[in-house]
């Protein structure tokens, strides 16, 4: 089992900031992916990005150039570094840890409101 807790989140205004922060405990698999998703009302979940233990990062178009994701393997953590935020960018954003074989655990999920 993995845990993970979420910090961050809140709201700002449209080209604000905002850093998101998980830290995983429990049985950390050596090689491992982290990453970030959102889930906007009526939307599917998306991924927003991600990256896997070895630094290898990626992510979702409408996010980059504008997100970067880092994370510190010896902590079991990782963050998004959120800029020029967007109205659009508006969601609950879940942090996810995955053995990269089909086993995935995910936060309970973190508000990001973004006004115009």
């Known amino acids: 089992q993995v845990q993970l807790a979420e910090s961050g989140g809140g709201s700002v205004q449209a080209g604000g900031s905002l850093r998101l922060s998980c830290a995983a405990s429990?049985?950390?698999?050596?090689?491992?992916?982290m990453g970030w998703y959102r889930q906007a009302p009526g939307k599917q979940r998306e991924l927003v990005a991600r990256?896997?233990?070895?630094?290898?990062?990626n992510y979702a178009d409408s996010v980059k150039g504008r997100f970067t994701i880092s994370r510190d393997n010896a902590k079991n953590t990782v963050r998004v570094q959120m800029n020029s935020l967007k109205p659009e960018d508006t969601a609950v954003y879940y942090c996810?840890?995955?053995?990269?074989?089909?086993?995935?655990?995910w936060g309970q999920g973190t508000q990001v409101t973004v006004s115009s």
């Open positions: 429990g049985s950390i698999f050596r090689f491992n992916v």
């Open positions: 996810m840890w995955s053995n990269g074989l089909g086993t995935e655990y």
């Open positions: 990256i896997t233990s070895g630094g290898v990062t």
